[in-house]
């Protein structure tokens, strides 16, 4: 593969870390990463077990289903649950469990729940049943939403009448804000997430070094760009320069992919959004506009949803603010495996808590 | 001089560092660009390792065959910048060569 080797290399990584264990010379820094593919990365790769002890790699809100409240799933399950609905959604959402039910066991008993791969596979499942209405489920940060944001165009364009999507879309520089000015995280720096930032850019990044003093780092996902990426953020935090740089270059560009956010946010505009465990942040949402109001399956459907519970064992909130790691929770490993996942934190492969289950003896 | 503990650790490192990148091969993430071999108007399809895949092109200016693309769920979002990828390779090198 083109230049994965490279990206692979162990000497280099190991020459990385000997140099970040000189520059921190026995200093507690904090780092936090907030995209799935990096809690993955980190975890696959060892490099928590392999920095020095007074580095702290923590995992905060990268993973899209994970950060997805209950009360949505009890409504995509609803709404699975109706005979003229055919509920189109990326695989990892199956499993994650509502309230009382999840979408994988309304499918096993014989509602229309269909994995695709891509929205334009859900629109073509809505042109193939036209006398069904698909309602496929938005979720994900700024990579995703341009995604649907061009489905909802083309079936505006191509005149789909049952195509509708259940938006829950979130933006990440809210999030960040929220979580750098709780001083119970001490966050001293973020690795910027790689694919959301090939689509935002750099520039929403900006407040967090300007308001807050913190650093920040645009990262890529091969282990070779992890530790370049946690040696940058360090070298801010010990000159006390914080600023937004990009370690991710080959794809990562200062304005972000400017297609892809022009029909985003002629779909979409911000609001305010709930995140599991964190709550309502503000402006951290998309909902769609007016202009696209026929494909929002929540003005379009009323369905009985059932109250919402949370399970008061599963500490998931904690968990993706990085205030607890997985094995704090009294059911990790023992009640909640990927198998048997209690919270949606072990469902969804980007999870914290499956990525600790999968790659970590703790 | 021969310090146990050191090579020890090393050892730990070694291992820790193989087995993720041996799991990082297999998987195929999306993360890794694949490359484009045939297009028209925004409907293309990209390869890896002999896997074809369907790719939405919408979101990328002048795609061209041969182009390698970032792809998510579906989408090109980005090609891959090889100017900046051998820079980020020559800085790697540069620090193999290191003492
Ligand atoms: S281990 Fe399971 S129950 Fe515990 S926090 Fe993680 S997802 Fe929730």
Redo the contacts with the bound molecule.
Sequence with gaps: MKYLSEFRDIKAIQKYIERIKIILNGQKISLMEVCGTHTMAISRYGIRSIVPENLRLISGPGCPVCVTPNYYIDRAVALAKEEDIIVATFGDMLRVPGSLSSLELVKIKGGDVRIVYSTMDALKIAENNPSKNVVFLGIGFETTAPTIAASIKEAKNKNIKNYFVLCAHKVMPPAMKALVANEKIGIDGFICPGHVSTIIGSNPYKFIPESYNKACVIAGFEPVDIVISIEMLIKQVIKGKPEVEIQYKRVVKPDGNTFALKTMYEVFEPCDSEWRGIGVIEGSGLKIKKDYSDFDAEENFEVEVETVRE?K????GL?LQGLKY?YE?K??RKL?TPEN??????VSSEGT?AAYFKYSDM | MFNAGIVFKECVIYVFLLFGLKGGRKKMCLAVPMRLIKFEGVNGIAEIDGVKRNVNLSFIENPEIGDYLIIHAGFAIQKLDEKEAMENIRLIKEMWEMQ
Excluded at chain 1, 313 to 316: A, P, R, V
Excluded at chain 1, 341 to 346: D, E, I, K, S, T
């Design positions: 399970n064992e599963c500490i998931c968990v997985p929770c059911l990790f909640c996942p209690v919270g949606a934190c072990m808590c």
